[in-house]
């Protein structure tokens, strides 16, 4: 067989088969493959019908279709099943060839995996993909990282697939070496749970606290769309609520209130306790989505559990507009804590992320695009060197403007018994954060009392440590001194 395909790709699920076609519209040739080789006469038949891409039957097959170096990019399940096709591929490739891992695979596999396969003398991207079916086909938010040698090769036909910005700029560049193209998708889709909590949050305190109607809350979404709220999320948040099923009943109403998820939102709260950044709202999502899931409990403790009645009598038009801005201020600290984290790897994992470039490749094509994204961007484009987000004349700025209103929110929402974890937590979160001194130093007199474990103190340089002999019959002896 005369190799004449630009790039391989193995995995033709929904994600799969819109990435081929999208290849395929950008002048690509595009070899598949898929374990279960009927799909792939299907996918030629039908969706690729008239199109250049080649149909193969066999591993062996699909690598003799490629020109060199092969490029070789999996679209299958995280986790194990990438190993195995991993060790399938190798014995058909050579030095310098390419796989690309485009599923939603853990950023520390695709730290493994680069090391394993360049020893091998083969080159490994483990790249983030965001956007869902219609991105995949229309144009995504891509995140490559892994073997930068492997960039040059790969550039030209990632970023023609990609969603554009405004000036045609596409939205994926290089991230970094090993697993960070895979971490940045991760924060991604860790900011993503945020957003969308913080969306459920605004819905139940206007339904249960305003009494609203779906038809309203529609309307409400669909103004904040218009503004600096303007985002995918929002506005798929006004169509959902407005939508009618043949019936003409509400489908949003008849879904029942157990939140999935797949891991990528977990998987970022996890990184910030072991990085220690304070990842507040991210946590909270996933919280939200666990306790979503305990429906039979809560539906039998909704019977016994007193809480105030949900019956809001104020201005309404009023609480509607500290809402918008309770969910943008919120937003602003969900992105805010997303950025320490970037900055905590980078150094923990020695990766020179592009923070402003990152905005950028989450600008359009993925699930959390929106207008507040180029503030980020013109943030740091600013001040390369910026510590964190807040600090932006911008963002101090738009906090400031939010915060009456924010405060108002939270308060209703406690006084009226309605939940708003996210809301709340990143409330406490900007609280924390802007005094510069809080209740630690207690903290740390309990932990030398019991355990002897020191402290520092104001008065004396930092990085010197003190005991205190509190009930006269510890003695000198002292814990050793350790951040966990």
Known sequence: MTPTADIGLIGLAVMGQNLVLNMNDHGYTVAVYNRTTSKVDAFLANEAQGTQVIGTHSIEELIASLKRPRQVMMMVKAGAPVDALIEQLIPHLEPGDIIIDGGNSNYVDSTRRTQYLEEKGLLFIGTGISGGEEGARHGPSIMPGGSPAAWPHVKAILQDVAAKVADGTP??????????????????????????????????????????????MSAVFGEWNEGHLDSYLIEITRDILAYRDENGEAVVDLILDSAGQKGTGKWTAVNSLELGIPLTLIGEAVFARFLSALKEERVAAAQVLPGPAAQFTGDRAALLRGLQDALYAAKIMSYTQGYMLFRAAAAEYGWNLNYGGIALMWREGCIIRSAFLGKIKEAYEAEPGLTNLLLAPYFTQAVAQAQAGWRRVVETAVSLGIPVPAMSSALA??????????????????????????????????????????????????????QA
Not at 178 to 204: C, P, R, S, W
Not at 441 to 466: C, K, M, S, V, W
């Open 171 to 216: 939205c994926c560049d290089w991230v970094g070496e090993n697993g960070a193209g895979h971490f940045v998708k991760m924060v991604h889709n860790g900011i993503e749970y945020g957003d969308m909590q913080l969306i459920t949050e605004a819905y139940q305190l206007m339904k249960d606290g305003l009494g609203m109607s779906n038809d309203e």
């Open 429 to 482: 979160f900007f609280d924390g954060y802007r005094h510069g001194r809080l209740p630690a130093n207690l903290l740390q007199a309990q932990r030398d009392y019991f355990g002897a474990h020191t402290y520092e103190r104001i008065d004396q340089p930092r990085g010197q440590f003190f005991h205190t002999n509190w009930t006269g019959t510890g003695g000198r002896v002292t814990s050793s001194t350790y």
